[in-house]
């Protein structure tokens, strides 16, 4: 009697921990989902580095809550929380404050960004995902922006 006892317990929970998977579907791409930005370091020509990032959120805290949600589609959107926006009244988003659309082949990334492609190429190690391109704003510096899964 104990051995059909244990053996309906141990299918019991068999069942249990069936019945607690996850129902969301796996992502098919390490990119899709919402992410933050944690950092973006700018690398000049002569290999100072400045955490840009930091800077503007220091600046402008609620920058550091603008969120970025990558679909399976190829197309992103940004959340920007309501009046975060500079001086000049425009949004604080780093990329488009709209979203967009993105590629990702292996590890290069192309991103549209206000109707300009930024590539790059990316890496993914846990819950974050780096990625580095040419500052658009200065072809000899280099951007590496760390993004975290929200």
Not at 10 to 16: E, G, M, N, Q
Not at 37 to 51: F, M, P
Not at 113 to 121: A, C, I, R
Request: with cysteine.
């Amino acid at each position: 009697m104990k051995l059909m006892k244990a053996k309906l317990c141990i299918l019991a929970l068999i069942f249990a921990l069936a019945a607690c998977k996850s129902s969301d579907p796996e992502p098919s791409s390490p990119i899709e989902g919402t992410w933050k930005i944690q950092s973006v370091i700018l690398t000049d020509a002569d290999g100072q580095e400045t955490n840009f990032w930091a800077l503007y959120v220091a600046f402008f805290p609620c920058s550091a809550e603008i969120t970025y949600t990558f679909d399976a589609n190829g197309t992103y959107s940004t959340f920007v929380p309501a009046g975060c926006v500079d001086d000049d009244g425009e949004t604080l988003a780093l990329l488009s404050g709209t979203g967009g659309s993105y590629t990702l082949t292996g590890s290069t990334i192309q991103v549209d960004v206000d109707g300009s492609t930024l590539p790059g190429n990316i890496t993914f190690s846990g819950n974050t995902a780096t990625v580095t391109t040419v500052d658009p704003d200065d072809l000899t510096s280099t951007l590496t922006i760390v993004f975290v899964k929200a």
